[in-house]
């Protein structure tokens, strides 16, 4: 999810989403960013609105 969020795929996080990924988890043992936190950065603003509404 970070990963898909980071570069802005939004299909690849609308499947995630639709598989029950939880966007709000970190990544590195909890101790990285969330996936929104990542689309942010990224300006990536379809797949933030995305993780928001989920």
């Known amino acids: 999810m970070c990963g898909a969020a980071c570069w802005g795929h939004v299909g690849a996080v609308r499947e995630l989403l639709?598989?029950?990924a939880d966007p709000n988890l970190r990544e590195d043992d909890g101790q990285g960013r969330t996936a929104t936190e990542w689309a942010t950065v990224g300006d990536h603003r379809?797949?933030?609105a995305l993780l928001l509404a989920a």
């Open 18 to 20: 639709a598989a029950g």
């Open 46 to 48: 379809r797949t933030l």
